[in-house]
């Protein structure tokens, strides 16, 4: 699950990635439309969700750290390194994937099957 999911993330990591410029076009306009604000919330919140639902099975490795803290701590994440890639037209996609993927199968290696 987890590979496939890096990899979905990162196909859609680049410089000139248009989902990503569209969506940070909207939360931009979200600053100062209420409408635009709410409904991203509530993509966001749906995405959350649904990744929280697709690793509940998994036993955290960190005590006290749910899968609804997890699945919006990994969404942060991948929206953070889009952002980056939109903004550095050299940044190392392919290296931070696979080490990103390593640093995730190593913390939840612990806790089952990532």
Not at 22 to 47: C, D, N, P, W
Not at 52 to 73: H, R
Request: proline share 2%; hydrophobic share 45%; net charge negative.
């Amino acid at each position: 699950m987890l590979r496939e999911a890096l990899l979905s993330a990162k196909s859609r990591c680049s410089y000139d990635s248009l989902f990503h410029k569209l969506f940070f076009t909207l939360v931009a306009a979200g600053f100062h439309h209420t409408k635009i604000r709410e409904q991203l919330g509530e993509i966001l919140l749906r995405e959350n969700q649904a990744l929280q639902q697709s690793i509940a099975g998994m036993e955290s490795p960190i005590e006290g750290v749910s899968a609804e803290t997890w699945a919006i701590v990994w969404n942060a994440l991948i929206d953070g390194l889009a952002l980056q890639a939109l903004l550095h037209k050299d940044f190392p996609v392919e290296k931070t994937y696979s080490e990103l993927e390593h640093m995730l199968q190593a913390v939840f290696h612990k806790g089952g099957e990532a």
